[in-house]
């Protein structure tokens, strides 16, 4: 029986030996040293061999499992030291390669990218960029651009008051612009003419709707120099009109009124989703409702009366004119884009952003 147990100890030994990864060596464990295996089932049927064996053959059984254990141990750490050091080599990152997938770059707001296309027609005719304060005056607001004082838009119902007061006709009365217009007045205030601006940025207004949100965005212009005539106007809201509606579009002007103008015009842009209204299937085109022709902002020429705030400043009204306009940049990205409702900009919802990359 002992010569068994040597036979089995050098078979396991050799196998142990031979045994290329760890789980080759967990067979070899299971095939010597399982609950099944010929060594352990020697040792558990010691008690049944004659006396004078059980000592020799317990003593030689008890001595292989020991030292077949301890080689296994042994081997073990060998290895998985060396499987370690092989998947440590297989898995290297080189970390100075781009990241795989690459970082996903971030892109511009439908908004912003509206705002720097328009910024970009204008600076193209001639115009300079101009920003100015989100809260003004009432002055600046109402008072210099010829508002009435009975005008609806100063009611608190129609405009963000930066604080409740009892006096809306205070002209240092603070507010939340409704218009970027107020920089009208102060860029005159600022420089005498010529003057060429346009002035993007934030205004405020209390509605709330498919078309209208409390917050958002308009560019204003205003072109002041000597012999400026509605005629100038028309020309320069073509060519933006065909920078970033298309080089077919042709511009109406339809009469209007606004506090700070005289004459005062409605300015139409030619459908680019259609022709002359209809669809190529025959119906009436949605965007124009027919009508061939698209709103696009409103404008005219600046009132005299508009002029007499800045007279000290070389505004002479008998000497100069220009014109002035405001649109909103939200209705530009959906008129250009198609985009049905203007809550949708704001709603941050990737999906939709991420088409005007």
């Given at each position: 029986?002992?010569?068994?147990?040597?036979?089995?100890?050098?078979?396991?030994?050799?196998?142990?030996?031979?045994?290329?990864?760890?789980?080759?060596?967990?067979?070899?464990?299971?095939?010597?040293?399982?609950?099944?295996?010929?060594?352990?089932n020697?040792?558990?049927?010691?008690?049944?061999?004659?006396?004078?064996?059980?000592?020799?053959?317990?003593?030689?059984?008890?001595?292989?499992?020991?030292?077949?254990?301890?080689?296994?141990?042994?081997?073990?750490?060998?290895?998985?030291?060396?499987?370690?050091?092989?998947?440590?080599?297989?898995?290297?990152?080189?970390?100075?390669?781009?990241?795989?997938?690459?970082?996903?770059?971030?892109?511009?707001?439908?908004?912003?990218?509206?705002?720097?296309?328009?910024?970009?027609?204008?600076?193209?005719?001639?115009?300079?960029?101009?920003?100015?304060?989100?809260?003004?005056?009432?002055y600046?607001?109402?008072?210099?651009l010829?508002?009435?004082?009975?005008?609806?838009?100063?009611?608190?119902?129609?405009?963000?008051?930066?604080?409740?007061?009892?006096?809306?006709?205070d002209?240092?009365?603070?507010?939340?612009?409704?218009?970027?217009?107020?920089?009208?007045?102060?860029?005159?205030?600022?420089?005498?003419?010529?003057?060429?601006?346009?002035?993007?940025?934030?205004?405020?207004?209390?509605?709330?709707?498919?078309?209208?949100?409390?917050?958002?965005h308009?560019?204003?212009?205003?072109?002041?120099?000597?012999?400026?005539?509605?005629?100038?106007?028309?020309?320069?809201?073509?060519?933006?009109?065909?920078?970033?509606?298309?080089?077919?579009?042709?511009?109406?002007?339809?009469?209007?009124?606004?506090?700070?103008?005289?004459?005062?015009?409605?300015?139409?842009?030619?459908?680019?989703?259609?022709?002359?209204?209809v669809?190529?299937?025959?119906?009436?085109?949605?965007?124009c409702?027919?009508?061939?022709?698209?709103?696009?902002?409103?404008?005219?020429?600046?009132?005299?009366?508009?002029?007499?705030?800045?007279?000290?400043?070389?505004y002479?009204?008998?000497?100069?004119?220009?014109?002035?306009?405001?649109?909103?940049?939200?209705?530009?990205?959906?008129?250009k884009?198609?985009?049905?409702?203007l809550?949708?900009?704001?709603d941050?919802?990737?999906?939709?952003?991420?088409?005007?990359?």
């Open positions: 029986m002992t010569d068994r147990i040597a036979q089995i100890r050098t078979e396991a030994e050799g196998a142990i030996a031979a045994a290329a990864n760890t789980q080759t060596l967990e067979d070899v464990r299971i095939q010597y040293l399982g609950r099944k295996a010929e060594l352990p020697l040792l558990r049927s010691v008690a049944e061999l004659p006396p004078n064996e059980r000592a020799a053959t317990g003593k030689a059984a008890n001595e292989a499992r020991k030292a077949l254990e301890a080689a296994i141990e042994q081997r073990t750490e060998q290895l998985a030291a060396q499987e370690l050091d092989q998947r440590l080599q297989r898995d290297r990152v080189d970390v100075t390669l781009p990241g795989d997938p690459p970082p996903q770059i971030g892109r511009l707001h439908l908004i912003t990218q509206t705002r720097r296309e328009i910024e970009d027609v204008f600076i193209g005719l001639g115009f300079n960029v101009a920003e100015g304060p989100e809260v003004e005056t009432v600046y607001n109402f008072d210099a010829n508002h009435a004082p009975t005008h609806p838009a100063r009611l608190m119902s129609d405009t963000f008051y930066v604080a409740p007061t009892s006096d809306i006709f002209p240092d009365t603070r507010l939340l612009r409704v218009h970027t217009s107020p920089m009208q007045v102060r860029a005159m205030e600022s420089q005498p003419p010529p003057l060429y601006i346009i002035v993007p940025g934030r205004t405020y207004r209390p509605d709330n709707d498919a078309t209208h949100t409390p917050q958002f308009q560019v204003e212009g205003l072109a002041v120099d000597t012999d400026i005539t509605l005629g100038d106007l028309q020309g320069t809201l073509l060519a933006f009109a065909r920078a970033i509606f298309g080089e077919d579009r042709q511009v109406r002007l339809r009469p209007h009124f606004f506090p700070f103008t005289e004459p005062s015009v409605e300015v139409d842009v030619s459908c680019f989703n259609c022709t002359d209204g669809m190529p299937d025959g119906s009436h085109c949605p965007l409702r027919g009508s061939a022709w698209i709103e696009i902002l409103g404008s005219g020429m600046v009132d005299p009366n508009v002029f007499e705030y800045v007279r000290e400043y070389g002479d009204p008998e000497q100069i004119q220009g014109f002035a306009f405001g649109m909103g940049i939200e209705r530009i990205a959906m008129l884009h198609g985009v049905p409702d809550r949708m900009l704001y941050n919802d990737v999906r939709f952003l991420e088409q005007f990359g």
